[in-house]
């Protein structure tokens, strides 16, 4: 694989593997040196795909598949991928979400449940198993989750994501405090709008707004948020723990009067 070999050595796992974003970061991890372990609950072609391409270029790579919204299957799910690793698992990123659109006043409560369950249980529970596992190995491990912009934007429709997302990013922070003494760093990334096959023709003008929000003029691509991962498991942060790295090309930096 190319790239400078940040994270050479590494066996990483990387949830929600078969959608852009997670394509994305599993990419990028392979082609600075880590072993990959895809997880993914449905997308299982997609995965697949992205483990041939990283194997082929002479990485390492894994599919394997569990639902996040069980907690033994979350803990089972680390548990695979370290000992797929040769007993070691050095960084995981919490890439897995859903974003379904719902206005609040028809939100039923096992609509709401759906998308917390996802999005923020299933980080509670894989971030547990994984920093228990890191505590006994030498180097701790690191921890990122993938949380959106819209943790700080809410957007209307979008009131379970934005609340999960939101508390994504205090879980980390705390996880940070409870977790340093084992030796396991935790932070999480938010991105704004980013690339996908039949965004631009479903969504037009949201996508111009966004380009025209830009502060470089463009959506974020996958690598993007791969590129702020890849950081994040290196030694390039090995004093950044409890933060959130804002991935929007300057967006959220824009006035809003």
């Keep these: 694989m190319s790239g400078p070999g940040l994270l050479r050595g590494q066996v990483a796992l990387v949830t929600g593997a078969g ?12 082609e600075e040196g880590a072993a990959v ?7 299982t072609a997609s995965a697949r795909k992205t ?19 069980d907690e033994d299957d ?11 690793g040769g007993g070691r698992l050095t960084a995981l990123v919490n890439n897995a979400g859903v974003q379904p659109v719902q206005e609040l006043a028809g939100m039923t409560a096992a609509e709401w449940r759906r998308v917390v369950d996802t999005n923020l249980t299933g980080v509670f529970a894989c971030t547990q198993a994984a920093a ?15 949380a959106s912009v819209e943790a700080r ?21 705390s996880a940070a405090q409870e977790y340093g003494p084992w030796g396991v760093r935790v932070n999480s990334v938010s991105p704004g709008l980013v690339e996908r096959e039949g965004l631009a023709e479903a ?9 025209r929000a830009s502060a470089v003029g463009r959506l974020g691509r996958p690598e993007d948020v791969g590129d702020a991962c890849v950081f994040l498991a290196s030694r390039l942060a090995s004093w950044v723990t409890g ?15």
């Design 37 to 43: 372990a895809l997880h993914c609950r449905t997308s």
């Design 243 to 257: 933060h959130d790295l804002v991935v929007d090309g300057g967006t959220s930096a824009r006035p809003t009067w």
């Design 203 to 211: 969504w037009p003008e949201g996508v111009r707004r966004w380009r």
């Design 153 to 173: 934007h809410p957007a209307p429709a979008h009131a379970h994501y934005c609340a999960s997302k939101a508390a994504v990013v205090t879980h980390a922070r």
């Design 132 to 146: 228990l596992l890191m505590r006994g190995q030498d180097g701790g491990g690191t921890v990122t989750h993938i």
């Design 74 to 84: 979350c803990h089972r799910l680390v548990a695979e991928a370290a000992e797929w």
């Design 19 to 30: 959608g852009g974003i997670g394509r994305g970061i599993a990419r990028r991890f392979a």
């Design 51 to 69: 483990a041939g391409r990283i194997r082929r270029a002479g990485g390492a790579a894994v599919v394997l598949r569990a639902d996040l919204t």
